[in-house]
């Protein structure tokens, strides 16, 4: 789960400025976190606020996204239970085709923004 939330922190620490203020490029299409190590991750977040992971190892974890106060925030739990929520405004307005390089406690990973659910 250290991988996962490694993962997370790296997907939400972004750079750049948000081009609009939702999620609707990212709906249907699949979020490719590739870290410095090469390890993947992948993030399908769906329009009803869920949204699924699927780690480096090939484990599942569920959690739930919400926009409020110009941030998307994203929650699930560790490998314990314990909540864990990160928030980010720098996610809001991308789409397919966009890329970035995010700094995560793991060194820099590669995010991507891959049309549909692959």
Do not use: H
Not at 71 to 99: H, M, R, W, Y
């Amino acid at each position: 789960m250290r991988v996962f939330t490694g993962a997370l922190v790296g997907l939400f620490a972004l750079s750049g400025t948000a081009l609009a203020g939702d999620l609707s490029g990212i709906f249907g299409n699949t979020i490719v976190i590739t870290d410095a190590n090469g390890a993947i991750t992948s993030v399908l977040i769906n329009e009803d606020n869920t949204y699924t992971a699927k780690t480096p190892d090939g484990t599942e974890v569920p959690g739930t996204w919400e926009v409020a106060e110009g941030q998307a925030c994203f929650n699930s739990a560790d490998a314990e239970g314990n909540p864990v929520q990160t928030c980010s405004a720098d996610i809001l307005g991308k789409g397919p085709g966009d890329s970035w390089t995010a700094s995560g406690e793991n060194g820099d990973s590669t995010v991507t923004v891959v049309e549909g659910q692959g």
